[in-house]
């Protein structure tokens, strides 16, 4: 029952900025901890950033922080991804994915893919002159 489907992508040039949505359903992002990740070609999927039902558990990649910002509105039940001064190689194919919150993990953990049950389909990224 438990659903996301992100949006947003496109096409940009270096330097500039795009704004990802993640979509929720089927449950509230309050219970949730959502994750950003995302896989260019020939590499492994990676994450990017995630989020807890806690508003300081937020946790970046390194290639992201200062230029990444996750963010939630739950009215809307949707998760962010601010993305400003993009690179080149941040070109990838950008998934949402949904976790039942865990007591027995750290903040830290979320970064894994492992840890996630519900994934999206994925929203393309390309950063390009």
């Known amino acids: 029952q438990e659903r996301v489907v992100e949006s947003g992508g496109g096409l940009v040039q270096p330097g500039g900025s795009l704004r990802l949505s993640c979509a929720a359903s089927?449950?509230?992002?309050?219970?949730?901890?959502i994750g950003w990740f995302r896989q260019a070609p020939g590499k492994e999927r990676e994450a990017v950033s995630c989020?807890?039902?806690?508003?300081?558990?937020?946790v970046y990649a390194d290639s992201v922080k200062g230029r990444f910002t996750i963010s939630r509105d739950f009215a809307k039940n949707t998760v962010y991804l601010q993305m400003n001064s993009l690179k080149p190689e941040d070109t990838a194919v950008y998934y949402c994915?949904?976790?039942?919150?865990?007591?027995?993990?750290?903040?830290?953990?979320?970064?894994?893919?492992?840890?996630?049950?519900?994934w999206g389909q994925g929203t393309r990224v390309t950063v390009s002159s």
């Open positions: 089927g449950f509230t992002l309050e219970y949730y901890a």
């Open positions: 994915a949904a976790t039942r919150m865990n007591p027995q993990l750290a903040y830290i953990d979320y970064l894994q893919t492992g840890v996630y049950d519900w």
């Open positions: 989020i807890s039902s806690s508003e300081y558990s937020a």
